[in-house]
């Protein structure tokens, strides 16, 4: 049986961006489906429920914004687990291999656990995929924000996304991405769990301590 | 027509006191007072967001007869916009406005017909040249050659060409004549644009909505007649006094939007309340328009008050960027005309949970997994 040592791999800033965008994305779930589709909950006209659920929204949405930009700085500036190269795997022969072997792991065709440091290869291309659409869904959420004040700096900046959505299209994507990232919650939330019980990495507990163990070896 | 009004700021007091108060005007003659004449100038000055000092010099300026010639081009379109100016209930300021300009040429109104009417534009064309205002109602088909809308043997995009081009300036009434409108919703056969689209080097002004409110009209004719000039716009052509604030903000629903009380469905308790229409797929916040002001039919209503939600119709391509006209949000592409965007990310996220279930299930039967990749003993 291999030895296990304890290694600090998840930094302060990867683990506070983690759960920052954990608790902003179910604020932001619950809240913005209450805003597409919302029921009469205001017993009388002088409540402000939609008022509130849309400022708890928008805060939430700014810490979100802030969170994701924050994590993708630190993809530069961090220690190699959170670099920018672990997102990227399918650029190296060697990222494509770990990828196909993760793959046959998932899908039963493998018994070799592929027990990494940081984020095996397939998790990694995934997490690109995700924070590619967090960045859809910031825009278009600050496009549809602005879209009350033409002439304001915000609807400056992302205005020009009125040309690539119709204006239901823009809504319509911003709730379906909300929807992909529950299945990926789902996915993430089970992928972990599994991994905790056969890599024996303690991966569910680093994302709190930042300390995973890993093979002796490395 | 009237005496000739001249009036400045060299007047002494007496002669501004004869000219308000004891001379006829060219409004009196026509059979409107001098107290609703200044109503009027005082209504104008609030359409336009000016101050209420501004309406002496909206008086002075209307009061001058000036005439300039009006031409009122009709493309591919309804006479929406012809029938909104024309049903106002009695004869009013609104129309003696439009009186004061002198309407040379209205495909529906005027008396001329044929080869005489074709003679009276052509006359604008050559005698006021760069000094005339036109009005053009309906959108331009570009494709073909535009052979789609022909008047008297020339295609739209011709005239418009000619006409918009050599005059002062261009007000586009209605949506289609500003975006293209319903001709240019998908698949747009006939290649329908707008009036800036069609003749980019014109000097175009756009006044969308289905149909315009007449006010906005006036008010913009008003401000030409006055300034000398016309409004500021938006980014899409629009006056700002008209256009510039959101419907949604200035409804008179919003306070139960706020409180979180809706319209769920049609004639529901909500809807007897008069709550917010937003569930019922108002496309208010997405709509820049002054109809919860302005209102139509001489202020009478507009649908947002009549219960029914904004169909967006003065913004571009609301055929096709404002519908589904009664939901929030579209149906997704590619699936049944009942799957709503929610069904299927509901459906997407229970498909992800049973899937990872059943992996899991495999999983925890599994044994044997390690790092070698061979069994334990």
């Known amino acids: ?218 | 027509m009237g005496k000739k009004r001249v009036g400045g700021k060299g007047d002494s007091t007496e002669q501004k006191i004869k000219r308000d108060f004891v001379e006829r005007s060219i409004w009196e003659e026509k059979g409107i007072s001098r107290r609703d004449f200044m109503k009027f100038c005082s209504a104008m000055s609030a359409a336009l967001a000016l101050p209420v000092t501004f309406a002496p010099r909206i008086a002075e300026a209307l009061d001058q007869v000036k005439r300039p010639t009006l031409v009122w081009l009709e493309f591919q379109d309804c006479a929406g916009n012809t029938e909104a100016l024309l049903r106002a209930s009695s004869p009013t300021v609104t129309e003696l406005v439009l009186d004061v300009l002198s309407i040379d040429y209205h495909e529906t109104i005027m008396a001329a017909a044929g080869h005489q009417a074709e003679a009276a534009l052509a006359k604008v064309l050559k005698e006021q040249k760069g000094k005339y205002i036109v009005v053009v109602e309906g959108s331009i088909p570009l494709k073909d050659n535009g052979v789609y809308c022909c008047i008297g043997g020339r295609s739209a995009l011709d005239i418009a060409r000619e006409v918009c081009g050599n005059a002062f300036a261009t007000i586009a009434v209605g949506s289609c004549a500003s975006f293209g409108g319903l001709p240019a919703a998908a698949p747009n056969p006939t290649g329908a644009v707008g009036v800036k689209e069609a003749v980019p080097n014109a000097r175009v002004i756009n006044l969308p909505g289905c149909p315009l409110n007449p006010d906005n009209l006036t008010a913009t004719v008003v401000h030409y007649l006055t300034f000398n000039k016309l409004p500021t716009t938006d980014s899409l052509g629009r006056p700002l006094f008209a256009y510039g604030k959101r419907i949604h903000d200035a409804c008179e629903r919003r306070p139960h939007f706020d409180a979180g009380q809706y319209v769920e469905s049609w004639g529901d308790h909500g809807h007897k309340k008069g709550f917010c229409l937003y569930k019922m797929g108002c496309k208010g916040p997405e709509t820049f328009h002054n109809c919860p002001t302005q209102r139509y039919n001489e202020k009478t209503s507009w649908p947002v008050a009549a219960g029914h939600g904004c169909a967006g119709c003065s913004e571009p391509q609301f055929w096709d960027t404002m519908t589904p006209f009664y939901k929030r949000l579209p149906n997704v592409p590619g699936f049944g005309i009942e799957s709503t965007a929610d069904k299927i990310g509901a459906g997407i996220a229970v498909a992800t949970a049973a899937a990872f279930a059943a992996h899991g299930v495999v999983s925890a039967l599994r044994k044997g997994d390690d790092q070698s990749g061979k069994k334990e003993d």
Request: aromatic residues 18%; hydrophobic residues 50%; positive net charge.
């Open chain 1, 1 to 218: 049986m291999t030895t296990m040592v304890i290694k600090y791999v998840w930094e302060v800033p990867v683990r506070v961006a983690h759960w920052v965008n954990f608790l902003a994305i179910v604020i932001l779930s619950v809240t913005g489906y209450y805003i597409g589709a919302p029921k009469t909950l205001g017993v009388d006209p002088s409540r402000f429920v939609m008022g509130w659920v849309r400022f708890i929204h928008f805060v939430a949405a700014y810490a979100f914004t802030v969170s994701v930009l924050s994590r993708i700085y630190w993809a530069f500036v961090g220690n190699s687990y959170s670099s920018w190269r672990a997102y990227v795997p399918w650029l190296t022969s060697e990222g494509r291999y770990r990828m196909l072997e993760t793959f046959r792991y998932y899908t039963f065709m493998s018994r070799k656990v592929p027990h990494v440091t940081g984020h095996n290869a397939l998790a990694g291309a995934t997490y690109s995929l995700v924070y590619c659409l967090f960045l859809v869904q910031v825009a278009t959420g600050f496009a549809l924000y602005a879209e009350h004040a033409p002439a304001s700096v915000m609807h400056k900046l992302t205005g020009w996304l009125f040309l690539l959505f119709s204006n239901q299209g823009m809504r319509l994507t911003h709730h379906l991405l909300m929807w992909l990232f529950v299945a990926f919650a789902i996915h993430h939330v089970y992928s972990a769990w599994l991994m905790d019980v056969k890599e024996r990495g303690g991966v569910m507990s680093g994302i709190f301590g930042g300390y995973k163990s890993v093979p002796e070896k490395e």
